[in-house]
């Protein structure tokens, strides 16, 4: 089990304000998203692969939350999935994915997402993830519980292995893809099903949800998973990589208390954790 660290005892007026910030920067990248979306959406960089693709409205997603953010708040760092990289000196640092699930973006699938993440000293306090076309926003602050719009969150009570719906999804390299197909033939029959949403922040935030029971993913970012984490989190599930590390670009995997361990020792016994 990956130990959760204990709410720091930031100041209720900085984390209100940093969540109201957060969740109005989300709110204008999603509806400029959803109601901005060309017909004719195509590829404007590829990154990675020749699938790892971003798309003009990605690009101008980050820039109108930057924007935001420096109008707000001018002395706050940012890292961003598409360039925006600006140290700081607040403190506060702004972790973004402007379109997480750009794929299912581009093709006019509905699970894609705004994910907007503030860390203070490094630690994650505020997370919201925004998906406008299923009507949904999550939100959570450091030790003050999950929510989807306005109803409180709470994980699911931890099934067996054997009966735990489990969410992954795939990398863009050719040989990482190869070896997650490995991992998941081995694991899909010792759980109940495996699902591939397309978008890490909304797995994140169904655990949370109780949409799923787990969810477990190689080669996430931190723009991928900073708020969807701590959503996870404050809706009571477990998060880490590899047994005895908090997550990162290795390993990412959430759940319940008693399912979470279960996962994770197999994860990595199958080895995925690793190309």
């Known amino acids: 089990m990956t130990d959760q660290p204990e709410p720091a005892p930031y100041p209720d007026a900085l984390k209100a304000e940093l ?26 960089a ?26 707000r708040r001018p002395d706050d760092g940012v890292l961003g999935e598409e360039g925006a990289s600006v140290e700081g ?4 640092q702004w972790v973004i994915d402007p379109i997480d699930g750009t794929v299912n973006y581009l093709y006019g699938l509905p699970s894609w997402a705004v994910s907007i993440a503030a860390r203070v000293h490094g630690e994650t306090v505020v997370g919201v993830v925004y998906a406008p076309v299923r009507g949904e926003t999550w939100r959570a602050v450091l030790g003050d519980g999950a929510f989807l719009n306005d109803r409180p969150l709470h994980v699911r009570p931890a099934p067996a292995l054997g009966l735990a719906l489990v969410g992954t ?21 010792q759980v109940r099903d495996i699902r591939r949403g397309g978008s890490a922040a909304i797995d994140l935030c169904d655990v949370a949800t109780g949409r799923l029971d787990a969810y477990y993913e190689r080669g996430l970012n931190p723009w991928d998973y900073a708020a969807g984490d701590l959503i996870a989190r404050e809706a009571g599930a477990l998060t880490g990589g590899r047994p005895g590390e908090r997550l990162s670009p290795d390993l990412t995997v959430a759940a319940p208390s008693g399912l979470f361990e279960l996962l994770q020792g197999r994860l990595e016994e199958l080895g995925a954790w690793h190309d």
């Open 19 to 44: 969540l109201e910030i957060a969740l109005d920067a989300a709110a204008r990248a999603g509806a400029f998203l959803r109601d901005g979306r060309p017909e004719d959406l195509g590829v404007a």
């Open 46 to 71: 590829t990154k990675s692969s020749a699938v790892d693709v971003v798309t003009e409205m990605d690009i101008a997603s980050e820039k109108m939350i930057t924007g935001l953010l420096a109008d």
């Open 89 to 92: 000196s607040s403190g506060v």
């Open 169 to 189: 999804g795939f990398g863009y390299l050719a040989e990482r893809r190869a070896r997650q197909a490995e991992v998941v033939r081995e694991l899909i029959p």
